[in-house]
């Protein structure tokens, strides 16, 4: 064992300051895009935990985050079956409208505009989400019946088995759904019959973007080459996980949200080199004379800058552990109160190595209190 590590080991007390330092310093970026991309996931779940192996997108179309739907000719869904290896094709409609509960009590009436997200309830269709329980979709097979999600009813002034009005029709409140929140918009899911019966599936000759379910999943990629091949530029053809990507990347790139993250780096940056090059100053102030016994012996004082920077390396990676607890606690956290949380790789990186350079720079503004360590001073 290194003498730096053994020095953490025995007056970790020491350093504490610059381990929890650290760890909030990844905290609060890792906090935010876990929320933003929860957004996302949220928004989009429906999709993420369908059947579907490939989606098809209008050509220009490069994320389903604030594209507007987008709509493809309604001719390329029975087009799409042309490839053998297809064995399912459905659109993914969507639509929103104007909400209004209707209380009870004399209690005032909620209006708002929510996103409505469509599902068919036929028995393990490809854009029937996996983990809907079947009472759930049982329960949608009732014309005007919706479902809505636990953290949404009260933003829509409802509970189960409650009518509101949608676009000036009543739907009734027949499932409540858990994992699905869209923190933007309060959103409700309907069948397709109950969309149709809104008024509200796309028309003209027209289709949502088309979920589709191959035969063999080991061969989503070459059936994603092979349409993306016979799309002569209408669509494009996307497998759910690089869609899903792209949906991270689209909310990240949103300029408010890039601002937000760019000063928490900046802030984190801040904050951990402050405290952190601070505590280890303070530590090896406090060991300055044992520093001093080592020159005495011989050491150069090469080696003991080398030792303060493997110091602050170590105090880096106790920093990055006590940040994925600290993490791991706010995801729980959010979970719990319903909202996913989502960490791309990434980012994960990124801030791992933001981490390390700050303990690093940290070493390296610690390294002048060395000076103090003469052997001479053993002597007073």
């Known amino acids: ?28 970026i890792l906090a935010q ?19 579907a192996d490939i989606m098809i997108l209008p050509a220009k179309m490069e994320s389903l ?11 390329l869904l029975p087009q799409m079956y042309m490839n053998p290896e297809v064995v399912e094709v459905a659109a993914w409609d969507s639509d929103g409208g104007r909400w209004v509960n209707r209380p009870k009590d004399g209690k005032k009436a909620v209006t708002t505009f929510i996103n ?13 989400p996996k983990d809907f329980p079947e009472d759930t979709r049982v329960a949608l097979l009732e014309p005007y019946s919706v479902a809505i999600d636990e953290t949404q009813l009260k933003r829509l002034g409802v509970k189960l088995g409650d009518e509101a009005s949608l676009n000036g029709k009543t739907v009734r409140v027949r499932a409540i759904l858990h994992g699905y929140p869209d923190v933007n918009n309060a959103s409700v899911t309907m069948s397709r019959d109950s969309l149709r ?33 016979e799309a002569k530029g209408v669509y494009r053809a996307w497998t759910r996980q690089e869609l899903a990507e792209a949906n991270e990347g689209a909310i990240m790139g949103e300029q408010i949200i890039g601002i937000f993250l ?8 801040l904050i951990g080199v402050g405290i952190t090059s601070q505590t280890l100053r303070g530590a090896i102030l ?26 602050s390396f170590w105090v880096g990676i106790v920093g990055l552990m006590a940040t994925a607890l600290f993490t791991g606690g706010v995801y729980l956290l959010a979970t719990n109160g319903g909202l996913p949380m989502g960490f791309p790789a990434p980012w994960v990186i990124g801030v791992s190595i933001l981490l390390l350079v700050i303990s690093g720079f940290s070493g390296l503004l610690a390294l002048g209190i060395l000076k103090k360590s003469q052997p001479a001073d053993l002597l007073r």
């Open 1 to 28: 064992m290194s003498l730096a590590l053994a020095t953490l080991l025995y007056e970790w007390r020491r350093y504490t300051a610059a381990v929890v330092a650290l760890a909030f310093s990844g905290l609060l």
């Open 33 to 51: 895009v876990g929320m933003f991309t929860g957004i996302v996931k949220g928004a989009t779940a429906t999709i993420d935990r369908s059947s």
């Open 65 to 75: 985050i604030n594209s507007g739907g987008g709509s493809l000719p309604g001719r």
């Open 116 to 128: 409505v997200n469509m599902v068919d309830t036929r028995p393990g269709s490809v854009n029937l």
């Open 197 to 229: 019966l809104m008024g509200m599936q796309v028309k003209g000759g027209k289709t949502g973007p088309l979920m589709i379910r191959v035969k063999d999943p080991a061969r989503t990629v070459a059936v994603r080459d092979q349409l993306n091949k």
């Open 262 to 269: 760019g000063f928490s780096v900046f802030l984190g940056f």
């Open 286 to 311: 406090s060991s300055i004379k044992e520093f001093a016994s080592l020159r005495a012996l011989g050491v150069g004082m090469g080696s003991l800058r080398l030792i303060v920077l493997e110091l």
